[in-house]
């Protein structure tokens, strides 16, 4: 009997015992320090292997990175197959130049709307195509108005009674003149005025000429119509010079001034290039942006430019020193700005930065960095991307400047 418990003694201290390695071997398995995430979606993490839940594909095993929660260790495989590189930084000093693409547009200064003086019928328009080139003292259109036949006919009669009495009748002499007056108001020339004293037969129709030189931007009336006073008919535009219309980002307007001057290069004459003035900077932004309309004057006397054509402008300020990185070094989005550095061998550190001015290629750091930092410089994207592969979160994420 005394045999017989015996045996069942050892025998249920041997299951136990078993159980207990089994136990500790399953918790080994459970906490071998690996889940598993999907490369697309890293923000998946789960305890088994399978398919993403977003995207449907197989999930990635990963190893849990024990780091700090702005920290990541890289091998030095992973180094090196993503091209990072460090670089201790100091202050530099950085010659600012700003280029911007611009648009030559008609200076509005130089446009010019030819109109009616009187109500009447169009009869005739001499010039109909836009971008035809228009002279001084050329003819543009023929009108039919009742209002100048009556001043036509108003000055003729005084010119006639003048002559009757020799030209000695002060009140006659009086309208004569009120009738000049009312023909020039019309906008009929002193020639054509002459010409009605020695016309036998009055025409009720009236031609009228250009006073300016331009092409044509837009014919406003058509042969038909009945124009009211004031009504225009053509529109003409001189583009012996012209306006560069450049956007510049608010960050950089102050950096900008009235008569400042700036290298100008075009696209379609890159032999053309010039030096021009700051002529105007809007006091507003662009509706529904952060930029900034500012114009320079282009001398164009051989009229080789036309409106539309681009041009990069190159504005050149007094040096600037601070400390300067490669743009691609700092990571931004809508909240914060942060650069990578490498606090030891393949172990990088997320910080948080304030940014300032962007120098060909460079981007200020206003923060401060101590000395002998070591900076990502090359890379930082494939890290980030890295960090949140494994840790399904941002760097960033919580952090407050």
């Known amino acids: 009997m005394k045999n017989s418990i015996k045996i069942s003694f050892l025998i ?5 015992i078993a159980s207990c ?43 849990v990175d024990d780091s700090k929660s702005n920290e990541i260790k890289l ?28 648009v030559l547009t008609s200076n509005q200064n130089n446009v010019n709307v030819l109109s009616t003086r009187a109500m009447g019928r169009i009869e005739k328009l001499f010039v109909k195509t836009e971008g035809a080139y228009v002279k001084v003292g050329q003819p543009i259109y023929e009108i039919y108005s009742e209002d100048i036949s009556v001043a036509k006919r108003d000055y003729k009669s005084a010119f006639l009674q003048l002559g009757l009495t020799g030209g000695t009748d002060k009140n006659i002499k009086g309208i004569f003149e009120a009738s000049k007056q009312k023909l020039l108001y019309f906008g009929l020339t002193n020639t054509q005025i002459e010409a009605l004293k020695t016309t036998k037969e009055l025409s009720p129709y009236t031609t009228f000429y250009s006073n300016y030189a331009g092409f044509v931007s837009e014919v406003l009336m058509q042969e038909g119509s009945y124009a009211m006073e004031g009504s225009p008919i053509l529109k003409l535009v001189d583009l012996s010079s012209l306006w560069l219309e450049v956007q510049v980002n608010a960050n950089y307007i102050n950096d900008i001034s009235l008569g400042k001057m700036a290298k100008v290069s075009f696209v379609d004459f890159p032999e053309k290039a010039m030096n021009a003035k700051v002529s105007f900077i809007n006091a507003e932004l662009i509706s529904n942006s ?10 164009n006397p051989a009229l080789v430019f036309k409106p539309g054509m681009q041009a990069n402008v190159s504005l050149v300020n007094k040096p600037l020193k601070g400390l300067f990185i490669p743009i691609d070094a700092v990571i931004q989005d809508e909240k914060a700005s942060y650069i990578w550095i490498e606090k030891s061998e393949g172990k990088f550190e997320n910080r948080m930065v304030e940014i300032g001015v962007e120098i060909n290629g460079l981007i200020e750091i206003k ?24 840790k399904g979160s941002d760097p960033m994420e919580g952090m407050k400047m």
């Open 290 to 299: 952060r930029l900034v309309l500012v114009r320079l004057d282009i001398p």
């Open 367 to 390: 923060s401060n960095i101590p000395k002998n930092t070591k900076i990502v410089i090359s890379g930082a994207y494939l890290i980030n991307s890295e960090y949140k592969f494994r």
């Open 75 to 102: 091998s030095d495989q992973q180094i090196k197959l993503g091209n990072i590189k460090t670089a201790t930084i100091e202050e530099s000093q950085n010659q600012m130049e700003q280029n911007f693409l611009g």
């Open 21 to 63: 390695n089994n136990n500790k071997e399953m918790d080994s398995k459970a906490n071998d320090g690996t889940y598993y995430t999907c490369s697309m979606d890293p923000q998946i993490r789960e305890d088994k292997p399978g398919k993403c839940p977003i995207c449907h594909m197989e999930l990635t095993k990963v190893k």
């Open 12 to 16: 249920l201290s041997i299951l136990f």
